[in-house]
């Protein structure tokens, strides 16, 4: 829902048309917000935002413009109708898929214990809400005996180590191995580090495979982890070789899986298919993002920075030594370290030397992949060691390096980079309290493609803490969604657009298990409430247009009254004490919450009268019958007779208190 007026949006019931921007109407003598959506030949759609859930943005094929439908026409719906049945063949391979896992059994680990209690309460920061939601779902996951297939996307330095830690003590507790895989040996050595740091206090024994570890040594380990004497073992690919065993392995985590190859994912794969299983990622890659989505694997997102972090200062710039001489001498005169991220290693010397006639006193070390594996460790030790100011470097510091005192990155040539690939890089900095800065740099704006151009906008624009899911989403939309799903999946994705298609998909696939399981079918309602009353945003409380949007379809997608109050405490938080308006639409979410679990579809106040529209004719009528008798009295009896239509008598009740009548009315229906 990240829109800018002019993209493409996609209305369930309506189509696709453009984004026009948000609007305060007065409509029949009420105040209120509404989206904005022009289609073709003029037409225009006002969206009240309490409908806001039905609109997404468009996310089709690349480089391909959709084609904008009219109103009230019939060609949506034809559209809509040929997606449904493309997709009832991947959702039934889909549902095949899920039926296999939930038939593979795992093993149920037990209930937390006053060990788990209190290495909890020894990790030194705050979690954050996002960290502790994810945690929680992990423990449900591990607890069941479905084995856990869980995705955790989180921003470098969000805490997604310390979910690890937790759900692999979790593990160890009930007497099962845990591995951990990660791709560098650096990254291996950080996590080792980290895990036996947190863990010190109890009898569990952390071991790692990697090249900082002799022949003799790994032996010993590989034997060890084969009589179950090593209860978690951290390592590179060398993990999931022919010749290691384990004696009852029960987790496996693996940090950012992208970064493997072909061949090691498959034995990953293969590892995993009865156990639990924990991947962590800063930006998931687009297919993973995709069977997420669709709910194939589960998803955990952490967005919420920890305390005391800033967003990192992000220049997209034209490449100009004046300006690489300033960002290194800022940085330089802070006492910080430097990193100068050129991905050529036949030039790589020549930079280094260009930066030393510029800083003849600056150390300044090289790093790239073409080096042996023991030099380069040395020389990412060393820069850790503060031996070097300034690391020129290839993308080879692409992942798992946390040097907090690295708080300015330049990348040459960043025109030549993938999104996530440059998100990842800007994640080497800005780790503390300290401001951190990211230069992109490019040879001349004219000489680069329009993708490039896309992708260096949405890494400026996606500054913000906490936009490695939304990073992963533009990129999504800039590859296009299309070439995801094959070719059979590809038109359907064009006609309604990626968000739409998911939530067809998920359709699909949840009808297939309520079938499967017998369940009644039913119908998912979103209850209208037409009442004269004033509910909205008013922009003097939220400035920010792009931010009220987003607070508004977020309000739209609200369920239960957990959520509710979770919203209501997030905005007073952020904004203070809601103004009356805003009050009222918080009391109108709050009754529709109560009206889809009781199967009403409307309720219109005209004329003096209360219009209650519902689906399940008896059940409701039955309730009716048993209110309190001053709602007795006020029942329109001719009318009561009337399948699924009820009518009451509001005259007598001023119209500022109608709210207040509706929801005791409500919650009488309820009981």
């Not at 607070?551 to 997030?570: F, M, N, S």
Request: charged residues 30%; proline residues 3%; hydrophobic residues 40%.
């Amino acid at each position: 829902m990240d829109i800018s007026p002019g993209d493409y949006v996609v209305h369930i019931d309506h189509g696709i048309g453009k984004y026009k921007g948000m609007v305060n109407l007065t409509v029949k003598g009420v105040k209120q917000d509404y989206l904005l959506i022009e289609y073709a030949q003029g037409d225009k759609l006002y969206v009240p935002v309490d409908q806001f859930d039905l609109v997404h943005k468009y996310i089709g094929i690349k480089d391909k413009t959709p084609k904008i439908y009219r109103l009230g026409g019939v060609s949506w719906g034809k559209a809509k109708g040929k997606a449904k049945r493309s997709i009832q063949k991947l959702a039934r391979e889909l549902y095949n898929l899920y039926v296999a896992r939930k038939e593979i059994r795992g093993f149920a680990f037990s209930k937390d214990n006053n060990w788990q209690q209190e290495l909890e309460m020894s990790f030194p920061f705050e979690e954050t809400y996002d960290q502790l939601q994810a945690l929680s779902e992990v423990k449900a996951d591990m607890e069941i005996v479905k084995p856990m297939e869980r995705l955790v996307c989180g921003d470098v330095g969000y805490g997604k180590t310390e979910i690890a830690i937790r759900a692999a003590f979790k593990a160890v507790l009930d007497g099962k191995q845990v591995a951990i895989l990660a791709p560098t040996t650096i990254l291996v050595q950080q996590h080792y580090d980290t895990f036996r740091e947190r863990m010190n206090p109890f009898p569990i024994n952390i071991d790692m495979l990697s090249r900082f570890r002799t022949k003799q040594e790994q032996k010993k380990v590989i034997e060890e982890l084969e009589e179950g004497k090593v209860d978690i073992i951290i390592g590179t690919h060398r993990l999931i070789q022919n010749d290691i065993r384990f004696k009852d392995l029960g987790l496996l985590i693996v940090d950012e899986e992208q970064r493997f190859g072909v061949l090691h994912k498959e034995r990953i794969k293969k590892l995993k298919e009865s156990i639990d299983s924990l991947t962590l990622t800063a930006t998931p890659i687009p297919r993973t993002l995709h069977m997420s989505l669709i709910g194939v694997r589960d998803l955990s997102v952490i967005n919420t920075p920890p305390e005391d972090r800033f967003p990192i200062a992000t220049y997209i710039c034209k490449r100009d030594d004046k300006m690489i001489s300033d960002a290194i001498r800022r940085e330089l005169d802070r006492e910080g370290q430097i990193f100068f991220v050129h991905n050529r290693v036949r030039s790589i010397q020549k930079i280094a030397r260009d930066l030393n006639r510029l800083f003849p006193q600056a150390r300044i070390g090289i790093a790239h992949g073409q080096m042996a594996e023991e030099q380069l460790e040395d020389i990412m030790i060393d820069f850790l060691e503060k031996k070097y100011d300034i690391l020129v470097c290839t993308t080879i510091i692409e992942i798992g390096l946390d040097i907090p005192n690295v708080n300015t990155i330049i990348i040459d040539d960043a025109h030549k980079f993938g999104l996530s690939q440059l998100y990842q890089l800007r994640g080497r900095v800005g780790r503390t309290d300290r401001r951190a800065y990211a230069y992109f740099l490019y040879p001349s704006y004219r000489s680069i493609s329009d993708t490039a151009k896309k992708r260096l906008q949405a890494i400026k624009e996606f500054s913000e803490l906490g936009s490695g899911f939304k990073l992963a989403m533009r990129d999504l939309e800039i590859r296009g969604a299309g070439n995801l799903l094959g070719k059979e999946q590809h038109g359907s994705v064009g006609e309604v657009g990626f968000n739409l298609y998911c939530r067809l998909l998920e359709e699909a696939i949840k009808e297939l298990r309520e079938e499967e399981e017998g369940k009644e079918k039913k119908e998912d309602i979103t209850p209208v409430i037409d009442i004269k009353i004033d509910a909205y945003i008013p922009g003097g409380y939220i400035p920010d247009l792009k931010q009220r949007v987003l607070i508004y379809k977020k309000l739209a997608e609200i369920k239960d009254l957990e959520d509710l109050e979770r919203a209501k405490e997030e905005l007073r938080d952020r904004y203070g004490i809601y103004p009356q308006e805003l009050r009222n639409l918080f009391e109108i979410i709050y009754l529709k919450i109560f009206l889809r679990k009781l199967g009403i579809g409307s309720l219109v106040v005209k004329e003096k009268k209360l219009i209650i529209r519902y689906l399940q004719n008896d059940k409701i009528k039955a309730k009716l019958s048993r209110l309190p008798s001053f709602y007795q009295q006020r029942l329109i009896k001719e009318e009561h007779r009337l399948s699924g239509i009820s009518k009451i008598d509001l005259s007598g009740i001023k119209s500022s208190e109608i709210l207040k009548f509706l929801k005791e009315f409500v919650m009488h229906l309820a009981k």
